[in-house]
Nanobody, 129 residues
Framework: QVQLVESGGGSVQSGGSLRLTCSVS????????MGWFRRQAPEKAREGLA????????TYADSVKGRFTISQDNAKNTLYLLMNNLEPEDTAMYYC??????????????????????WGQGTQVNVSS
């Protein structure tokens, strides 16, 4: 079973940057479709932000396009999310997800959290104005 552990969250002022890291174990990250999601409040649904497939195909949500960058280092079995120009609205718990069967043919459905099998515990990001 894939295990995912996020890190890199913290508190930052508006306009600042953070890089989140997701360490993948018990599987080879290069064989997975990987993604980043967030939940802005406990009562809100989880939101898809960015996904990356093993062929390098990337999908971004409109809300983060141009500000967030997803990448992975297969040698380190690690997924990253570089977040620039952060806004208070980006305050959320951020989650890493993985799936063995998803691929780019799913298109925008890749941003649907219900499509994903494996999840990390999350890392909290707080952005103050």
């Amino acid at each position: 079973q894939v295990q995912l552990v996020e890190s890199g969250g913290g508190s930052v002022q508006s306009g600042g940057s953070l890089r989140l890291t997701c360490s993948v174990s018990k599987y080879t990250s290069s064989a997975l479709c990987m993604g980043w999601f967030r939940r802005q409040a406990p009562e809100k649904a989880r939101e898809g932000l960015a996904t990356i497939y093993k062929d390098g195909s990337i999908t971004y949500a409109d809300s983060v396009k141009g500000r967030f960058t997803i990448s992975q280092d297969n040698a380190k079995n690690t997924l990253y999310l570089l977040m620039n120009n952060l806004e208070p609205e980006d305050t959320a718990m951020y989650y890493c997800a993985a799936d063995e069967l998803l691929d780019p043919t799913y298109g925008e459905f890749l941003l649907d959290p219900s499509m994903w099998t494996y999840w990390g515990q999350g890392t909290q990001v707080n952005v103050s104005s």
